[in-house]
């Protein structure tokens, strides 16, 4: 394992993902990241409610801390009975999601769903602080259309007694489109007293770095799948070798293996591939062969024999 890097301030946060930022990847990034924030899985509140295995996400091990919960969700009392849940767990936090844009997420009024609904978002916030001492804070995005409403919303979520916000830097109407626009984040950190974390496109951490401005942290998304480096500056980065990256990888599959069968960890690593063998030579090659393995030990030797 290549030795670790401790990240000065302002915080560096991994962003919550859905399958990306299980058990198994978040202790690949602390132990890369000893200062960097994580966030479980994007999580529902009515999931946990009614599956063990759903109620599984948000386990964590002690050192993957600080950890934050994340969570989503449209129904006040059901967020306060799984925050005093959650609380037992003794995690950094919980978050709330105010800012998925998936279709099938929206459809039944959750994530970016609640930019449409802001009173019920504030009664979401209020009813999680008043459930627990652990600190609340909230993901969300610039608006439904526009961020003409930003700052409303913001400070209606302020006065629910939310600690933080992240925003994205899209609409919910753009998704994943266009570019991040900043701007208005900066703008709105100017009119709140919560600490604001900005979000998109971020593909570095000095990136991230030289779009801080007035902000007090960042959060990195689909640019750290299956590069947990990425939150080290780009000098140290570069250094890191295709052995090195073989070696945490097969290190973070056997984590992944702990938690799933061998046929279901083959699948879903595959998400990660690109990232931990992306600017090397023969990267395309080296990503097919490893899409191919039929088991975990023909996975682990032919990796050992691309390093």
């Not at 767990?89 to 709330?96: A, H, V």
């Not at 994530?111 to 969300?140: D, H, M, N, Y």
């Not at 919303?153 to 925003?167: D, H, P």
Request: glycine residues 8%; proline residues 5%; aromatic residues 8%.
């Amino acid at each position: 394992m290549p030795k670790t890097m401790t990240q000065p301030q302002p915080i560096a946060a991994l962003a919550p993902m859905d399958g990306v930022t299980d058990r198994a990847y978040r202790q690949i990034v602390r132990r890369l990241n000893p200062k960097v924030w994580l966030y479980s899985e994007f999580t529902s509140v009515n999931g946990i409610e009614h599956s063990s295995k759903v109620k599984d996400r948000v386990r964590f091990q002690e050192q993957e801390k600080p950890l934050i919960v994340q969570l989503f969700g449209r129904e006040p009392k059901l967020f306060a009975k799984i925050a005093q849940e959650i609380a037992l767990l003794n995690p950094s936090g919980i978050d709330i999601n105010f800012g998925c844009p998936a279709k099938r997420i929206v459809r039944a009024g959750n994530g970016a769903a609640l930019l449409q609904e802001a009173e019920l978002a504030f009664r979401i916030v209020e009813a999680t602080v008043q459930a627990t001492s652990i600190p609340v804070s909230v993901k969300t995005r610039l608006g439904w259309f526009n961020s003409e409403n930003l700052v409303s919303f913001a400070q209606g979520l302020e006065s629910a007694g939310a600690g933080r916000l992240t925003l994205h830097g899209r609409t919910a109407k753009q998704g994943y489109r266009g570019v991040a626009d900043w701007e208005p984040i900066y703008a709105l950190k100017e009119r709140v007293r919560l600490p604001i974390f900005g979000n998109g496109d971020l593909a570095s951490y000095d990136q991230g770095l030289k779009k801080l401005k007035n902000l007090d942290g960042f959060m990195i998304g689909r640019a750290a799948i299956g590069d947990p480096w990425v939150f080290w500056p780009e000098a140290e980065r570069e250094k890191v070798t295709l052995k090195e990256k073989i070696e945490v990888m097969i290190q973070h599959f056997q984590l992944l293996r702990q938690d799933l069968s061998e046929a279901r960890a083959l699948i879903e690593f595959r998400k990660h591939l690109g990232g931990y063998i992306k600017g090397f030579q023969d990267a395309k090659s080296m990503r097919q062969q490893l899409m191919q393995a039929q088991t975990e030990q023909e996975f682990t030797e032919q990796a050992t024999l691309l390093a």
